[in-house]
């Protein structure tokens, strides 16, 4: 451990030697190199405008499909307007039908055991707004209100009752 550093040295000391080179020529000439520089971009080319025609057959077939797809959904939407036209058709024949005083008074007639009337009479009642003219009175605050309330009521519950026994008449 206790020993000195030695240096190692080389017999020689001179820098090593290079091996001889020399220029050689490719075997081929500077025409085929074009040549063949040339075909490369031809080839390049040629996949290009096949990457671009392959696209756009793609792209039409893509188009064409959606427009066949459109097409199909523009008859089935033809066909059903037709379809709820004729419903409608059909069901303003029947509201017609229905609705028609003929049938009405046969109703009432039948299902109801409603005949003519023999002779009408008319109740006339004071307008909400002319009550106090009409009469000569002022009536009380909440009177006109409660009339046309009561009116009403009354209509409704004909109604009620008249649309419900039709109704009825027509599933005997």
Request: glycine fraction near 6%; charged fraction near 20%; include cysteine.
């Given at each position: 451990?206790?020993?000195?550093?030695?240096?190692?040295?080389?017999?020689?000391?001179?820098?090593?030697?290079?091996?001889?080179?020399?220029?050689?020529?490719?075997?081929?000439?500077?025409?085929?190199?074009?040549?063949?520089?040339?075909?490369?971009?031809?080839?390049?080319?040629?996949?290009?405008?096949?990457v671009?025609?392959?696209?756009?057959?793609?792209?039409?077939?893509?188009?064409?499909?959606?427009?066949?797809?459109a097409?199909?959904?523009?008859?089935?939407?033809?066909?059903?307007?037709?379809?709820?036209?004729?419903?409608?058709?059909?069901?303003?024949a029947?509201?017609?039908?229905?609705a028609?005083?003929?049938r009405?008074?046969?109703?009432?007639?039948?299902?109801?055991?409603?005949?003519?009337?023999?002779?009408?009479?008319?109740?006339?009642?004071?307008?909400?707004?002319?009550?106090?003219?009409?009469?000569?009175?002022?009536?009380?605050?909440?009177?006109?209100?409660?009339?046309?309330?009561?009116?009403d009521?009354?209509?409704?519950?004909a109604?009620?009752?008249?649309?419900?026994?039709?109704?009825?008449?027509?599933?005997?």
């Open positions: 451990m206790g020993e000195a550093a030695r240096r190692i040295s080389h017999a020689r000391t001179a820098t090593p030697a290079r091996p001889a080179l020399r220029v050689v020529r490719g075997g081929r000439s500077r025409a085929r190199a074009r040549a063949d520089a040339r075909a490369a971009h031809l080839f390049r080319a040629l996949v290009v405008f096949l671009v025609l392959a696209s756009a057959g793609v792209l039409r077939v893509t188009l064409a499909a959606h427009a066949a797809e097409t199909i959904d523009a008859w089935e939407l033809r066909k059903e307007v037709k379809t709820e036209r004729l419903v409608a058709r059909t069901l303003e029947d509201r017609s039908a229905l028609s005083p003929s009405i008074e046969a109703v009432a007639c039948q299902t109801l055991n409603m005949q003519r009337p023999k002779q009408v009479s008319y109740l006339q009642l004071p307008s909400a707004a002319g009550f106090d003219v009409v009469q000569g009175a002022t009536p009380p605050a909440d009177s006109p209100g409660v009339l046309v309330t009561l009116m009521l009354a209509a409704g519950e109604q009620v009752m008249l649309v419900g026994d039709v109704g009825l008449g027509s599933l005997r």
